[in-house]
């Protein structure tokens, strides 16, 4: 029997925090495992229980949720952070990202979609609300600016194709027989190639240009 996806959920609001527990509660594949209402208290939660999945709200009373998701992923990278936010400002998406969120998600989705979403993060890929994603994408893909992928070698542009399909790291080492070392060592090239901060911003900007082509 596959294990259950263990959820920790982060939220200053009692009624939307105790919904959206409710909600993913009813998921039979899902357990929620804790919740909390401030920094500090999801940060010590976090470290005790270790939860799959963390959803974690950007505005908190005592520190910013993208402080936490930066402290936790940095202490605990095997936590997925997905930011279930009302904020659609830009800035909060990309510090999200650069903090480590594997998902933004704008508080509006409905209860079907958040399962999916939590899903798709506990997988190991990413998920930006499409609305964001948009977003990021406009800014990425300004015209009359220098092409940054004729900058790519043939084994980066592989490489790219698949952090674009989901993969991980280790998936990208198993499947072209590279060690996963080498994988991010590629991966830290390809980002600076790119002018970008993080792998969900490459993978965007590589679905972006494979539509557009």
């Not at 704008?106 to 939590?118: D, F, H, P, Y």
């Amino acid at each position: 029997m596959q294990d259950k996806i263990r959820i920790l959920i982060a939220d200053d609001h009692p009624m939307f925090r105790e919904g959206v527990a409710q909600t993913l509660a009813g998921e039979k594949d899902f357990t929620i495992i804790g919740q909390a209402s401030s920094g500090e208290e999801t940060f010590d939660l976090a470290a005790e229980l270790l939860p799959d999945v963390l959803l974690l709200d950007i505005t908190m009373p005592d520190q910013s949720g993208i402080v936490v998701a930066k402290k936790i992923s940095a202490t605990f990278p095997i936590i997925q952070i997905i930011m279930l936010t009302a904020s659609e400002n830009e800035d909060d998406l990309m510090k999200a990202l650069k903090a480590g969120a594997r998902g933004y998600v704008l508080k509006g989705i409905s209860a079907k979609e958040l399962a999916i979403v939590v899903r798709t993060i506990a997988g190991g890929e990413t998920f930006i609300s499409p609305e964001m994603a948009n977003m990021l994408l406009f800014e990425l893909s300004q015209p009359n600016q220098p092409d940054p992928f004729s900058d790519l070698s043939e084994r980066e542009r592989e490489i790219l194709n698949l952090v674009a399909k989901g993969l991980t790291n280790r998936e990208i080492g198993e499947h072209i027989y590279l060690s996963e070392k080498t994988i991010k060592h590629y991966m830290t090239n390809i980002l600076q190639k790119l002018h970008v901060r993080s792998r969900v911003e490459a993978a965007l900007l590589a679905q972006e240009r494979k539509l557009r082509n």
